[in-house]
T-cell receptor, first 114, second 112 residues
Framework: GDSVTQMEGPVTLSEEAFLTINCTYT??????LFWYVQYPGEGLQLLLK?????DKGSNKGFEATYRKETTSFHLEKGSVQVSDSAVYFC?????????????FGRGTQLTVWP | NAGVTQTPKFQVLKTGQSMTLQCAQD?????MYWYRQDPGMGLRLIYY???????DKGEVPNGYNVSRLNKREFSLRLESAAPSQTSVYFC???????????FGSGTRLTVV
């Protein structure tokens, strides 16, 4: 079945450090891929998405490239800020499925220190 | 502001009590979902509704029921609450297969 595996946290970085959060997926069809962010006490917000192979999603300095050959969608940011501290979730949707649900990874807690 | 509205934000129940979590979206989305979030478990799908008038079970439906009242509203009911249902509950909606979800801000439920 469809599934998402993302690196376990917590991840702790200093401000302006480079961030990578790994995400790999298993899907039977042709998935769309997403990264969501959850700030403390809030719901999940869509950070970026990619709908086909080699697409790059980007938002707020974050980027992720849909790599079909390695079934990966790693999240990167060149210089993190304290305000980026949050939990990050990788997710996929199999567009060929009639069920229409998203499959989420377990989340990666990021803490950025000044 | 357009989005998904959940009520209540916080609730404490005694074991065996019942309650309904409300969810409404004003984006004219067809699909709506209920998830629970537990530490170390990520998000698990309880029930979903692909369109008005249809509902289906997700990964963890036991102990819950849902109603898709109309296109806007999708409620989740706990008939007899158990401590294992202590969790944060999120409602979400989506426009179509290539789009992500829009989430509500969640309901933090504690069952004692």
């Amino acid at each position: 079945g469809d599934s998402v595996t993302q690196m376990e946290g917590p991840v702790t970085l200093s401000e302006e450090a480079f961030l990578t959060i790994n995400c790999t997926y298993t899907a039977t069809g042709y998935p769309s891929l997403f990264w969501y962010v959850q700030y403390p006490g809030e719901g999940l917000q869509l950070l970026l998405k990619a709908t086909k192979a080699d697409d790059k999603g980007s938002n707020k300095g974050f980027e992720a490239t849909y790599r079909k050959e390695t079934t990966s969608f790693h999240l990167e940011k060149g210089s993190v800020q304290v305000s980026d501290s949050a939990v990050y979730f990788c997710a996929l949707n199999d567009r060929g499925s009639t069920l229409g649900r998203l499959y989420f990874g377990r989340g990666t807690q990021l803490t950025v220190w000044p | 502001n357009a989005g998904v509205t959940q009520t209540p934000k916080f609730q404490v129940l005694k074991t065996g009590q019942s309650m309904t979590l409300q969810c409404a979206q004003d984006m004219n989305h067809n699909s709506m979902y209920w998830y629970r979030q537990d530490p170390g478990m990520g998000l698990r799908l309880i029930y979903y509704s692909a369109s008005e008038g249809t509902t289906d079970k997700g990964e963890v439906p036991n102990g819950y029921n849902v109603s898709r009242l109309n296109k806007r509203e999708f409620s989740l009911r706990l008939e007899s609450a158990a401590p294992s249902q202590t969790s944060v509950y999120f409602c979400a909606s989506r426009e179509g297969a290539i789009y992500g979800y829009t989430f509500g801000s969640g309901t933090r439920l504690t069952v004692v």
